[in-house]
T-cell receptor, first 113, second 119 residues
Framework: DGGITQSPKYLFRKEGQNVTLSCEQN?????MYWYRQDPGQGLRLIYY???????QKGDIAEGYSVSREKKESFPLTVTSAQKNPTAFYLC????????????FGPGTRLTVL | AQKVTQAQTEISVVEKEDVTLDCVYE???????LFWYKQPPSGELVFLIR??????QNEISGRYSWNFQKSTSSFNFTITASQVVDSAVYFC????????????????FGQGTTLQVKP
């Protein structure tokens, strides 16, 4: 089945630790995105990637890092520099342009202890 | 600046009632795309519809219908004969081009409307 997978579903982190969230897609999409969702709010863009080995900061990139070494994979690292990382993280992909529909993965809920 | 407003934070209806979710957007672009997504309790965003700014025809898909009006910058979503399974958070979103040379886009989301359908 074609789709987007994210792992883990739940993640707990101690303060000062870096953690990496996984995102994989087998839709053969060029573009991939990371969004953050806080309770009662819409989604905000963290990073996006149009092609392999290229990625750009979104609206709230501070404290996060990404890589895009393969077309199918776009992992997100939440670093210790992120002041308030507890949130729901959603990965999305699309064929490419802003006219294309973005499809979302099931999300990872990160909690800082 | 681009913006999406969903003024209704929560709506509660009884099963079989019709319900309309409002969405108002702001954009300077003449070409843009609007979307609706559903977020059930599991958390995954499910795509419902995409509409471009040049197509003002209303669309119906089963119990779902969408009313797009450029004159009022609105893209409202109606569920007819609501069911308990419709309970979810619904997001309206506007697509914005990030970089002209690459055509990459991002979605600007409204705050979401939580719909509760009671049996």
């Amino acid at each position: 089945d074609g789709g987007i997978t994210q792992s883990p579903k739940y993640l707990f982190r101690k303060e000062g630790q870096n953690v990496t969230l996984s995102c994989e897609q087998n839709l053969n999409h060029d573009a991939m995105y990371w969004y953050r969702q806080d309770p009662g709010q819409g989604l905000r863009l963290i990073y996006y990637s149009q092609i392999v080995n290229d990625f750009q900061k979104g609206d709230i990139a501070e404290g996060y890092s990404v890589s895009r070494e393969k077309k199918e994979s776009f992992p997100l690292t939440v670093t210790s520099a992120q002041k308030n990382p507890t949130a729901f993280y959603l990965c999305a992909s699309s064929l490419g342009g802003y006219t294309d529909t973005q499809y979302f993965g099931p999300g990872t809920r990160l909690t800082v202890l | 600046a681009q913006k999406v407003t969903q003024a209704q934070t929560e709506i509660s209806v009884v099963e079989k009632e019709d319900v309309t979710l409002d969405c108002v957007y702001e954009t300077r672009d003449t070409t843009y795309y609007l979307f609706w997504y559903k977020q059930p309790p599991s958390g995954e965003l499910v795509f419902l519809i995409r509409r471009n700014s040049f197509d003002e025809q209303n669309e119906i898909s089963g119990r779902y219908s969408w009313n797009f009006q450029k004159s009022t910058s609105s893209f409202n979503f109606t569920i007819t004969a609501s069911q308990v399974v419709d309970s979810a958070v619904y997001f309206c979103a506007l697509s914005e081009a990030l970089r002209q040379e690459s055509n990459t886009g991002k979605l600007i989301f409204g705050q979401g409307t939580t719909l509760q359908v009671k049996p």
